[in-house]
């Protein structure tokens, strides 16, 4: 829940007035809107927001004022989601695999795109959906990316060819799509995969209507800067392999909302070599398994930062449960003590609806700051 009472400068103004005894989640609107007008500057196409990765009403309104006119949905109720904020936004509906329930959803809020990686996902769209444009996803195996998108979904290039062959005879609009994976720190996976786009296209003999070229572009998530202009300028750059350039599409989710946040957990206790922490990664952390451990200041109650050295921890979170544990062990300063708060940044994106209620826990506070 938003606290509207108790808005503030930024996370450290408002935690040196009011103390932090539970968790508190810090959004910094200005700061959605900026990335968004970055974004929508810098690409040079359409940039649908992956709602998957913040489906938060105020998020989105940030992201929409900011100039962001379509969204990518991967389910009803995030169709309904936008809808009911948006009635007029474009919607890309590239979770490749649906049933006819949802794909008659997706119809009547009037989806303007869909993905396919498989012949009979291809044949569902084409007898429930005709005229529509589909875009076939393909896979590459590039590296760069914190794990991989394509063990789960993406045709190989030779089956990419064959279905786009069949998209284009089936009467719909045919574009191609595709995901480097999630937080992507190399450039030049992007134009890897335009350049195999290109051929892809022009082995199947078909002109796309559109290129898709996915997330996974990195935040900060709490570290240095990124500058985005490298990975636009190898998607543009690679787009030269078509004889005929098509529209542009990205739906970008973590680099739109992850720096837009920081999260104020309280310590709750210390051992010899442990902390407990009152969240975890059945709440909000709970991309630490996978992604690591976002960076991170202790602080004193009232907010001064802890000075100490460096003390490897393992750190728990709030459960019954042991593996609700933060990964490896966690440098935290030998001077902090129970009540402190561990404020971790870049926290915006994959926490709201991921995060469980897993023995009670795993709810905050959020409260809005100018700057973080």
């Given at each position: 829940?938003?606290?509207?009472?108790?808005?503030?400068?930024?996370?450290?103004?408002?935690?040196?007035?009011?103390?932090?005894?539970?968790?508190?989640?810090?959004?910094?609107?200005?700061?959605?809107?900026?990335?968004?007008?970055?974004?929508?500057?810098?690409?040079?196409?359409?940039?649908?927001?992956?709602?998957?990765a913040n489906p938060d009403e105020a998020v989105l309104r940030a992201l929409a004022a900011?100039?962001?006119?379509?969204?990518?949905?991967?389910?009803?109720?995030?169709?309904?989601?936008?809808?009911?904020?948006?009635?007029?936004?474009?919607?890309?509906?590239?979770?490749?695999?649906?049933?006819?329930?949802?794909?008659?959803?997706?119809?009547?809020?009037?989806?303007?795109?869909?993905?396919?990686?498989?012949?009979?996902?291809?044949?569902?769209?084409?007898?429930?959906?005709?005229?529509?444009?589909?875009?076939?996803?393909?896979?590459?195996?590039?590296?760069?990316?914190?794990?991989?998108?394509?063990?789960?979904?993406?045709?190989?290039?030779?089956?990419?060819?064959?279905?786009?062959?069949?998209?284009?005879?089936?009467?719909?609009?045919?574009?191609?799509?595709?995901?480097?994976?999630?937080?992507?720190?190399?450039?030049?996976?992007?134009?890897?995969?335009?350049?195999?786009?290109?051929?892809?296209?022009?082995?199947?003999?078909?002109?796309?209507?559109?290129?898709?070229?996915?997330?996974?572009?990195?935040?900060?998530?709490?570290?240095?800067?990124?500058?985005?202009?490298?990975?636009?300028?190898?998607?543009?750059?690679?787009?030269?392999?078509?004889?005929?350039?098509?529209?542009?599409?990205?739906?970008?989710?973590?680099?739109?909302?992850?720096?837009?946040?920081?999260?104020?957990?309280?310590?709750?206790?210390?051992?010899?070599?442990?902390?407990?922490?009152?969240?975890?990664?059945?709440?909000?952390?709970?991309?630490?398994?996978?992604?690591?451990?976002?960076?991170?200041?202790?602080?004193?109650?009232?907010?001064?930062?802890?000075?100490?050295?460096?003390?490897?921890?393992?750190?728990?979170?709030?459960?019954?449960?042991?593996?609700?544990?933060?990964?490896?062990?966690?440098?935290?300063?030998?001077?902090?003590?129970?009540?402190?708060?561990?404020?971790?940044?870049?926290?915006?994106?994959?926490?709201?609806?991921?995060?469980?209620?897993?023995?009670?826990?795993?709810?905050?506070?959020?409260?809005?700051?100018?700057?973080?």
């Amino acid at each position: 829940m938003l606290d509207h009472t108790r808005m503030a400068a930024d996370p450290l103004d408002w935690m040196s007035r009011h103390g932090v005894d539970a968790p508190v989640h810090f959004r910094a609107e200005a700061v959605l809107v900026a990335q968004a007008k970055a974004f929508v500057r810098g690409f040079g196409g359409m940039v649908t927001y992956a709602v998957k990765a913040n489906p938060d009403e105020a998020v989105l309104r940030a992201l929409a004022a900011g100039g962001v006119t379509g969204f990518d949905v991967a389910s009803p109720e995030e169709i309904a989601l936008v809808r009911r904020l948006f009635p007029r936004a474009a919607l890309h509906y590239n979770n490749p695999v649906r049933s006819p329930a949802e794909i008659a959803a997706g119809l009547a809020a009037g989806v303007a795109s869909w993905s396919v990686d498989e012949a009979g996902e291809l044949e569902k769209l084409a007898r429930l959906a005709p005229g529509t444009e589909v875009a076939v996803r393909f896979k590459l195996p590039v590296a760069g990316a914190a794990y991989n998108f394509g063990e789960k979904f993406g045709a190989t290039p030779d089956e990419a060819i064959g279905l786009l062959a069949r998209v284009a005879a089936r009467g719909l609009t045919p574009a191609l799509t595709f995901h480097v994976g999630t937080q992507c720190t190399d450039p030049s996976a992007w134009a890897s995969y335009v350049t195999e786009a290109a051929r892809i296209a022009a082995v199947a003999g078909v002109t796309i209507a559109r290129l898709n070229v996915g997330g996974g572009f990195p935040s900060a998530r709490g570290g240095v800067a990124i500058d985005l202009k490298p990975y636009f300028t190898a998607i543009h750059a690679a787009l030269s392999a078509f004889p005929i350039c098509p529209a542009l599409v990205c739906e970008p989710g973590r680099a739109l909302v992850a720096d837009a946040f920081a999260h104020a957990v309280p310590v709750k206790a210390l051992r010899p070599g442990r902390a407990y922490l009152a969240d975890g990664i059945y709440g909000a952390l709970s991309e630490a398994p996978s992604m690591g451990v976002p960076r991170f200041s202790v602080h004193a109650p009232g907010g001064a930062a802890r000075q100490g050295a460096a003390r490897p921890t393992a750190v728990f979170g709030p459960t019954c449960d042991s593996l609700d544990r933060l990964p490896g062990l966690v440098p935290l300063p030998v001077d902090t003590a129970p009540g402190d708060v561990m404020l971790f940044r870049g926290m915006g994106a994959y926490v709201t609806g991921v995060s469980t209620r897993f023995n009670g826990y795993g709810d905050w506070r959020t409260v809005s700051v100018a700057s973080l």
